[in-house]
């Protein structure tokens, strides 16, 4: 009897096990063959014209570097307006804000906000900055509407990364007679640094594949020129991909730029990543606990 | 309340009471601790001495709807009117915890924390302070040829004296500590009591801690607090052998709590 329910559980351990591990696979296994297929038919396409000359005949020849700047533009953009208010509102409403019912709801709105669709921003984002502030379609309205998408993720990540910091610490410094700022300044937001990066991490993938936002908000289907301001137009990588794949006359014909430029736009998002993770691994070299 | 310590008083608290939300956690609380003495709270778990003992440097103020009523004098002054610099209070009023809390950073940063803040630059001045602290929290000889090295490579008890010398660094006049050596073994124990015994010639000490032997080896006086209340005080050698409240002699001897 013993042996029998013994060997009953393992039985169930083991199918449990392996469906978990089948699953995991097979996601694995999904996303290893779409980036393989981007990389293969990606490569024939770059060149160095492509890298670094302008759209030509409709983007079906030349280049793509008016797209390349334009969504690093983004990206710096977005992330330079979302992290600070995305770092100090976290700071906000995990340090200092009494931990009653108003910040249950703000945190909720905050988390709602994380699922708002991407169009709904780009709309907001149309009406806000674009037309009430005047600031035009523009690399400006661009980025903050891009901020307003990814704020919601940087806000979260970084209020979790604030969470882990033990109470003890805080309490340690205090107790020296350091003041609450202080303690956050010097005992709190160095720890909490890696995590935070964690969600800008996340923000810059967001706001570099996007297309709704910056379709209604910054977006030029061909420039000749580069931007000189921040209230020019740019072109963008996803709404120019978006372009060659849907409003070209020869969607086929043009398949090896889409492939290109998905590829570069896959480049851009992970070399961006890679310098957060790097700086997230200084700061979490530094401070071992 | 029987009592009339011979030597000076440097806190005092007249009708001390805590509220967290709307529970009382102290009951009128009046005592008189003596500088340059070392005085331990007993009782057991949820009597209200780590409450007490956090009322003397305003800890619990952190802690959220929190209600201070009563009087908790520091040299005479009230320590809970409102222009009290919390951070001046804070640097004279020490605290050690009861979980050794050092911070991520190495040894030497975590004894010069305190006194950055408060203003120290000057390196000298600071590699002053941070021998003459580790040598007072006894730590100096073991951690002097290692003084970069993270503070959490050192043993738990190496940690909690070096809580010691970061708290003793901004050269405070009480020291609060809250079951310091709970968590440590035998040996790091009786090194923290016998460090205690040391500071006790330049500082006032208040300790809180559940273990009896403790309290009567290091303790000039004590405090018997039980749901909220004092039930007694008085000198260690009186409170320990001949109790005037029933109460105090049942815990004492290990009847109850």
């Known amino acids: ?289 | 309340m029987v009592m009339s310590p011979q030597t000076p008083t440097k806190i005092e608290t007249l009708g001390l009471e805590v509220f967290y939300d709307t529970q009382q956690a102290l009951f009128g609380i009046d005592t008189v601790i003596p500088s340059n003495q070392v005085t331990a709270l007993i009782g057991p778990s949820g009597c209200g001495k780590s409450t007490y003992l956090r009322s003397l440097n305003r800890m619990n103020d952190i802690i959220e709807n929190t209600q201070v009523k009563g009087i908790v004098k520091i040299d005479g002054t009230d320590i809970y009117t409102n222009g009290t610099d919390l951070a001046d209070l804070r640097r004279r009023v020490g605290m050690v915890f009861q979980k050794s809390n050092p911070f991520p950073k190495s040894i030497y940063e975590n004894v010069v924390y305190g006194p950055k803040i408060h203003g120290v630059k000057d390196r000298q001045t600071l590699d002053e302070l941070v021998e003459t602290s580790l040598i007072g929290a006894g730590l100096w000889s073991e951690v002097k040829d290692r003084l970069d090295k993270s503070a959490l490579e050192l043993s738990g008890g190496q940690q909690q004296r070096l809580c010691i010398a970061r708290a003793l660094a901004v050269e405070p006049e009480i020291l609060l500590m809250d079951e310091p050596a709970s968590a440590l073994d035998p040996k790091s124990t009786a090194r923290i009591e016998d460090l205690i015994g040391e500071l006790r010639v330049n500082y006032t000490i208040v300790i809180v801690t559940h273990n009896m032997q403790q309290a009567a080896r290091v303790s000039d006086f004590t405090a018997f607090f039980y749901e909220g209340h004092l039930i007694e005080f008085g000198d260690t050698q009186t409170i320990f052998t001949k109790p005037l409240n029933q109460q105090t002699e049942d815990y004492i001897t290990g009847r109850f709590g």
Do not use: C
């Not at chain 1, 301001?229 to 794949?245: G, N």
């Open chain 1, 1 to 289: 009897m013993n042996a029998f329910r013994q060997n009953h559980t393992t039985i169930q351990d083991t199918v449990i096990r392996w469906s978990m591990r089948f699953f995991t696979y097979a996601i694995v296994l999904g996303v290893g063959y779409i980036l393989f297929d981007i990389i293969v038919k990606g490569i024939p396409a770059i060149n160095w014209e492509f890298l670094t000359g302008f759209p030509r005949r409709g983007g079906s020849e030349g280049g793509i570097l008016p797209a390349i700047l334009g969504t690093t533009y983004l990206i710096l953009g977005s992330i330079g307006v979302a992290l600070p208010l995305g770092m100090a509102s976290a700071l906000y409403l995990s340090e200092y804000a009494s931990q009653g019912r108003l910040n249950r709801m703000i945190r909720l709105a905050i988390i709602t906000l994380a699922g708002v669709p991407s169009i709904v921003f780009g709309l907001f984002g149309l009406g806000m900055f674009v037309l009430f502030f005047d600031f035009g379609t523009s690399i400006l309205s661009g980025s903050l509407t891009l901020a307003f998408m990814i704020l919601p993720t940087i806000i979260v990540s970084s209020e979790e990364a604030l969470r882990a910091v033990p109470q003890a610490l805080r309490e340690g410094s205090l107790a020296l007679g350091a003041t609450r700022w202080q303690t956050i300044y010097k005992n709190v937001l160095p720890y909490a640094l890696p995590g935070m990066f964690t969600g800008s991490i996340l923000g810059i993938g967001r706001a570099a594949g996007e297309t709704a936002p910056i379709l209604l908000t910054v977006a030029a289907f061909y420039l000749p020129i580069l931007p000189t301001s921040i209230f020019d137009q740019v072109m963008a990588l996803p709404y120019h991909l978006y372009i060659l794949a849907t409003q070209h006359p020869d969607t086929q014909k043009v398949l090896p730029l889409q492939y290109g430029t998905a590829l570069v736009l896959l480049f851009l998002v992970t070399g961006f990543n890679l310098i957060a993770i790097f700086l997230r691994m200084r700061f979490r070299k530094k401070y071992k606990w």
